[in-house]
C-alpha cells in the first residue's frame, strides 16, 4: 500500500463532477479529505491523503488528469520561511498535527510538510509572516 | 568576595575576563555553588527578542536647500504618520503607527496589520528608502510648506531608536476563558483555554537576572539591535513592588527599562517588524544586558533557573480588558510553560511564546563574545533604578 498526501485543483467545470466518488467506487483508493475549497463556477482546491496498491494509485492520478484536475504534492502549499523565523513558537500550539514543532533543546522551529494538513491555523499567528500558504 | 566594575574591565581589556550566559550560568552554580563560582565568573550576559511595542524612533530630516518646519505640521513615511509636533525637522515614529485606511491593514476582521511604523523602522534599518510626505505652515525663517521625497538615512542627520518601555521584567501568560477566539496582542487566543501564550526569555531575561536593579541602571551599555545601546530611563509603567519571591523576582510585569541606541547602526537582523492579527503592529527588539558579577549576591541573582520564576495567568477575554472576574487563575513557572503545555483549572493548555527563546540565547551568546574579545565593556550605573518601597 502507498499514500500520497495530494493537492487536487478542479476547474470551475468540473466542480459539480463526483470526482471523489469515481476515484473510491471505480479505483479503489481510500480518500481522506484534509481540507477543501469548493464553490460551484469557480476553481477548487482539495487536500487529499490517498491510499492504495501503486498500480491503482497512479490509475487513480490518470484519471485525475483526464479530467483537467491539477494534481500536486502537497510540499509548497505551506511554506515555512526559515529566514523569517524567528522560533518564537507562536504558533506551535496552534498546530494540530505537530507539523510545526519545536525542539526544546535549541528551542529551533521546524516544520514538517508530511505532517501538514493544511489547515491554516499558523498563517495568521505568525507575527513574522514566516508561514505563507498557496491554498 | 567582592570585585569592582574597574577591576571586570581591566579583565576585559586584558582578554582574562571570564563570561557566561545566564543559560549556561545555571550549570556552573550548580557544579561549583555560589561561593565558587562568584569567586571565578566576572560577568554573566542575559538576553531576549520579542515584540515590544513602547518602540519607536526619533528622526532629524536634513533640510534642504529652501527650509521647512514640520512642527506643527504633518509628516508620513511610507503614508505611516510620525509625530511632528517638535521643532522644524525632527519627528518621532512610533512601531505601532498605521497608515490611514490601508487595506493591508484592515482587510475585514480581524484586520492582518501587514504595514506600520515598526516596518518602515525595519526598511530603514535594511538600508532601504521611504516616502516622506510633509507638510507645514511656512514661516519666515522657514518658507517651504510641502515636501515629497523618497528618503533613507542618508537624508538624515539623526535616526535613534527611543523605546519608552522595553525588557519588561517577567510578564502575563495570556488565555481565553471565552467561547470564541480573540485577537490581543498576546496573540489569537482559542476559547475555552485554547493555548496559553507567554512572553518573557525566562532565565535569559535581563531584569529577571537583576531582580532589584542592583547592576542594571540609568547610563548602563547595551547591546542593542546589533548596536550599542544605552539604558536612559526607568522604563514607562516601571513598578518595583510587585510581590517577590524570596529569590528576589517579582511573580507578574514590574521593571521595566527605556532604551535608547542609534537606529543607523542596527542590524536588521536584530530589530523586525511584526503583525499582530486583529491587533496591531509591533516591533521586536532584541536587547543583550550584561550583569557584571559583584560579590555573591549578584551570583545568586543570577543564577535563577525557569524553575524559580512565575508568571501569572490572566484571562484576556474579561479580567484583562474589564477588570472584572477572577484576577489571577493560576501560578506557573517559565519551566512548566517551556514544558509546552501548563494547567490550568484542571486543563491542560499547551503553551506558546512570542519571545524567541532561540534568538535570545543566540543574543546573550553574543554579548559574551563581545565582552570576551574585549569589545563591549562593563557600567556603573550613573543612577538606580527604583527599588521596591519596602525590602
Same mark, same amino acid.
Given at each position: 500500500?502507498?499514500?500520497?498526501?495530494?493537492?487536487?485543483?478542479?476547474?470551475?467545470?468540473?466542480?459539480?463532477?463526483?470526482?471523489?466518488?469515481?476515484?473510491?467506487?471505480?479505483?479503489?483508493?481510500?480518500?481522506?479529505?484534509?481540507?477543501?475549497?469548493?464553490?460551484?463556477?469557480?476553481?477548487?482546491?482539495?487536500?487529499?491523503?490517498?491510499?492504495?496498491?501503486?498500480?491503482?494509485?497512479?490509475?487513480?492520478? $490518470?484519471?485525475?488528469?483526464?479530467?483537467?484536475?491539477?494534481?500536486?504534492?502537497?510540499?509548497?502549499?505551506?511554506?515555512?520561511?526559515?529566514?523569517?523565523?524567528?522560533?518564537?513558537?507562536?504558533?506551535?500550539?496552534?498546530?494540530?498535527?505537530?507539523?510545526?514543532?519545536?525542539?526544546?533543546?535549541?528551542?529551533?522551529?521546524?516544520?514538517?510538510?508530511?505532517?501538514?494538513?493544511?489547515?491554516?491555523?499558523?498563517?495568521?499567528?505568525?507575527?513574522?509572516? $514566516?508561514?505563507?500558504?498557496?491554498? | 568576595?567582592?570585585?569592582?566594575?574597574?577591576?571586570?574591565?581591566?579583565?576585559?581589556?586584558?582578554?582574562?575576563?571570564?563570561?557566561?550566559?545566564?543559560?549556561?550560568?545555571?550549570?556552573?552554580?550548580?557544579?561549583?555553588?555560589?561561593?565558587?563560582?562568584?569567586?571565578?565568573?566576572?560577568?554573566?550576559?542575559?538576553?531576549?527578542?520579542?515584540?515590544?511595542?513602547?518602540?519607536?524612533?526619533?528622526?532629524?530630516?536634513?533640510?534642504?536647500?529652501? &527650509?521647512?518646519?514640520?512642527?506643527?505640521?504633518?509628516?508620513?513615511?511610507?503614508?505611516?504618520?510620525?509625530?511632528?509636533?517638535?521643532?522644524?525637522?525632527?519627528?518621532?515614529?512610533?512601531?505601532?503607527?498605521?497608515?490611514?485606511?490601508?487595506?493591508?491593514?484592515?482587510?475585514?476582521?480581524?484586520?492582518?496589520?501587514?504595514?506600520?511604523?515598526?516596518?518602515?523602522?525595519?526598511?530603514?534599518?535594511?538600508?532601504?528608502?521611504?516616502?516622506?510626505?510633509?507638510?507645514?505652515?511656512?514661516?519666515?525663517?522657514?518658507?517651504?510648506?510641502?515636501?515629497?521625497?523618497?528618503?533613507?538615512?542618508?537624508?538624515?542627520?539623526?535616526?535613534?531608536?527611543?523605546?519608552?518601555?522595553?525588557?519588561?521584567?517577567?510578564?502575563?501568560?495570556?488565555?481565553?476563558?471565552?467561547?470564541?477566539?480573540?485577537?490581543?496582542?498576546?496573540? &489569537?487566543?482559542?476559547?475555552?483555554?485554547?493555548?496559553?501564550?507567554?512572553?518573557?526569555?525566562?532565565?535569559?531575561?535581563?531584569?529577571?537576572?537583576?531582580?532589584?536593579?542592583?547592576?542594571?541602571?540609568?547610563?548602563?551599555?547595551?547591546?542593542?539591535?546589533?548596536?550599542?545601546?544605552?539604558?536612559?530611563?526607568?522604563?514607562?509603567?516601571?513598578?518595583?513592588?510587585?510581590?517577590?519571591?524570596?529569590?528576589?523576582?517579582?511573580?507578574?510585569?514590574?521593571?521595566?527599562?527605556?532604551?535608547?541606541?542609534?537606529? &543607523?547602526?542596527?542590524?536588521?537582523?536584530?530589530?523586525?517588524?511584526?503583525?499582530?492579527?486583529?491587533?496591531?503592529?509591533?516591533?521586536?527588539?532584541?536587547?543583550?544586558? *550584561?550583569?557584571?558579577?559583584?560579590?555573591?549576591?549578584?551570583?545568586?541573582?543570577?543564577?535563577?533557573?525557569?524553575?524559580?520564576?512565575?508568571? *501569572?495567568?490572566?484571562?484576556?477575554?474579561?479580567?484583562?480588558?474589564?477588570?472584572?472576574?477572577?484576577?489571577?487563575?493560576?501560578?506557573?513557572?517559565?519551566?512548566?510553560? &517551556?514544558?509546552?503545555?501548563?494547567?490550568?483549572?484542571?486543563?491542560?493548555?499547551?503553551?506558546?511564546?512570542?519571545?524567541?527563546?532561540?534568538?535570545?540565547?543566540?543574543?546573550?551568546?553574543?554579548?559574551?563574545?563581545?565582552?570576551?574579545?574585549?569589545?563591549?565593556?562593563?557600567?556603573?550605573?550613573?543612577?538606580?533604578?527604583?527599588?521596591?518601597?519596602?525590602?
Amino acid at each position: 500500500m502507498e499514500k500520497k498526501k495530494v493537492v487536487l485543483t478542479f476547474p470551475p467545470s468540473s466542480v459539480e463532477d463526483p470526482v471523489i466518488f469515481h476515484l473510491i467506487s471505480d479505483h479503489g483508493l481510500k480518500v481522506n479529505i484534509l481540507r477543501a475549497a469548493i464553490d460551484p463556477g469557480k476553481q477548487g482546491r482539495m487536500v487529499v491523503d490517498l491510499t492504495g496498491e501503486e498500480s491503482r494509485l497512479s490509475a487513480g492520478t $490518470a484519471y485525475l488528469k483526464r479530467q483537467g484536475i491539477g494534481i500536486e504534492p502537497l510540499t509548497g502549499e505551506i511554506r515555512h520561511l526559515e529566514d523569517q523565523c524567528t522560533s518564537c513558537t507562536a504558533c506551535v500550539p496552534v498546530c494540530p498535527t505537530g507539523a510545526l514543532h519545536v525542539n526544546r533543546e535549541t528551542w529551533m522551529v521546524s516544520y514538517d510538510a508530511d505532517k501538514c494538513v493544511v489547515c491554516l491555523s499558523c498563517v495568521d499567528v505568525c507575527p513574522y509572516r $514566516a508561514i505563507v500558504s498557496h491554498f | 568576595m567582592a570585585r569592582t566594575i574597574e577591576e571586570i574591565n581591566e579583565k576585559i581589556r586584558a582578554g582574562s575576563v571570564v563570561v557566561f550566559t545566564a543559560e549556561e550560568i545555571i550549570e556552573v552554580v550548580r557544579e561549583k555553588g555560589i561561593k565558587r563560582a562568584s569567586r571565578e565568573v566576572d560577568v554573566v550576559t542575559t538576553g531576549t527578542f520579542s515584540p515590544m511595542c513602547s518602540s519607536g524612533a526619533f528622526i532629524n530630516l536634513r533640510q534642504e536647500q529652501q &527650509k521647512m518646519k514640520l512642527g506643527g505640521g504633518y509628516a508620513t513615511l511610507n503614508d505611516v504618520p510620525a509625530y511632528a509636533g517638535l521643532a522644524a525637522a525632527d519627528i518621532y515614529l512610533g512601531a505601532t503607527a498605521l497608515p490611514e485606511g490601508d487595506p493591508r491593514n484592515n482587510n475585514g476582521r480581524p484586520g492582518r496589520f501587514r504595514y506600520g511604523g515598526a516596518h518602515v523602522i525595519e526598511e530603514l534599518a535594511q538600508g532601504k528608502k521611504v516616502l516622506l510626505k510633509a507638510g507645514g505652515y511656512g514661516t519666515d525663517c522657514y518658507p517651504k510648506r510641502r515636501r515629497e521625497q523618497m528618503i533613507g538615512f542618508e537624508e538624515m542627520n539623526e535616526a535613534f531608536l527611543f523605546n519608552p518601555r522595553n525588557c519588561y521584567q517577567n510578564y502575563n501568560v495570556a488565555v481565553n476563558l471565552s467561547d470564541k477566539p480573540i485577537y490581543t496582542y498576546m496573540g &489569537k487566543l482559542k476559547p475555552r483555554l485554547g493555548n496559553a501564550n507567554y512572553c518573557s526569555a525566562g532565565q535569559l531575561s535581563p531584569l529577571l537576572n537583576d531582580p532589584m536593579y542592583r547592576t542594571i541602571g540609568i547610563g548602563t551599555r547595551i547591546f542593542f539591535c546589533g548596536a550599542e545601546g544605552y539604558v536612559v530611563w526607568n522604563g514607562t509603567q516601571h513598578n518595583p513592588d510587585i510581590p517577590r519571591l524570596a529569590n528576589g523576582t517579582p511573580t507578574a510585569g514590574a521593571g521595566t527599562l527605556a532604551l535608547i541606541g542609534n537606529l &543607523k547602526d542596527m542590524d536588521p537582523k536584530w530589530l523586525r517588524a511584526v503583525s499582530f492579527t486583529g491587533y496591531g503592529v509591533s516591533l521586536s527588539v532584541a536587547v543583550g544586558l *550584561p550583569i557584571p558579577i559583584l560579590d555573591e549576591e549578584m551570583m545568586r541573582f543570577v543564577s535563577v533557573s525557569d524553575a524559580d520564576l512565575k508568571a *501569572p495567568v490572566i484571562d484576556y477575554s474579561v479580567f484583562y480588558p474589564t477588570g472584572e472576574g477572577k484576577p489571577k487563575l493560576a501560578e506557573v513557572t517559565y519551566e512548566e510553560l &517551556k514544558s509546552g503545555a501548563i494547567e490550568v483549572s484542571g486543563k491542560k493548555v499547551p503553551t506558546g511564546s512570542f519571545s524567541s527563546y532561540a534568538k535570545a540565547k543566540e543574543v546573550a551568546g553574543y554579548l559574551k563574545s563581545l565582552i570576551r574579545d574585549g569589545k563591549f565593556f562593563v557600567t556603573q550605573p550613573v543612577r538606580s533604578l527604583p527599588g521596591p518601597s519596602h525590602k
